[in-house]
């Protein structure tokens, strides 16, 4: 079972596929995944059950000086980042002071690393808290998940464990206006004895609707790079994403592909 977690509050710089030399932040538990989701493909592994779980956040003032400590030793070794990003053991957004959190991390890289972006990697579960929303208005690179055009598929491949409303979901993406990347994650095999695929037509065609209403500055999809905690889905080749791509430049809209 896939089961990769993130040790530190401030991890790397890493080589990022989709975002070029990243320095993480992980304001989640260090030592076990905390997530709104139970994703079939999670690097992290399967989300713990959720009843009785009393997560260990680090402090903001924990979290604000490892960054400015870290941010003073890539400055020193002229090594800084092209992105600082939420990202960790999980959903960032469940942090009890996530909006605090943004604020220190905007204000440290105007100090250390001005020419930086700030990033998040979210599932876009908390956004219709206004604190949250608000908060992410304020980050760069709002980069928030949709793997799924379809309700069914939506909880076949992303199993919220906290309630989510699918309709609500992506009705909020929407209010950010186009300050949005969303991102997308495409597969395709056998969940629970029955057969999962966002790659057939009617689900692109879901999905792709759903893009056209919520207007992204961008789209990324990818397929599975790393071991999941489901070992009989399977990695898309290249060829169909690129094919799903061209429907989506159709719509006028920007989009990546990564392998």
Known sequence: MAGFLFHDVIFGPVRSRRLGLSLGINLLPSHKKFCSFNCIYCECGWTPDIPGYKPEFPSREIVRQYLEERLKELSEEEYLPHVITFAGNGEPTLYPQ?????DDT???????????RVAILSNASM???????DALLRIDDNIQKL???????????????FPVN?????ENLKKFNGHVIIQSLFLKGIYNDQPVDNTKEEEVAHWLEKIATIRPEMVMI????RATPVH??????????????????QLGIDIKVYQ
């Open 98 to 102: 996530f909006p605090g959190i943004v």
């Open 106 to 116: 905007i204000i440290l890289r105007d100090r250390y690393a001005p020419e930086a």
């Open 127 to 133: 956004i219709h808290h206004k604190a949250i929303f």
């Open 147 to 161: 793997d799924a055009g379809s309700e069914k598929t939506f909880f076949r491949i992303n199993n919220p464990v």
């Open 166 to 170: 699918y309709s609500e979901l992506t």
């Open 222 to 225: 990818y397929p599975i790079a």
């Open 232 to 249: 009989s889905i399977k990695k898309i080749p290249i060829f169909e994403l690129e094919k799903i791509a061209e429907r989506v430049r």
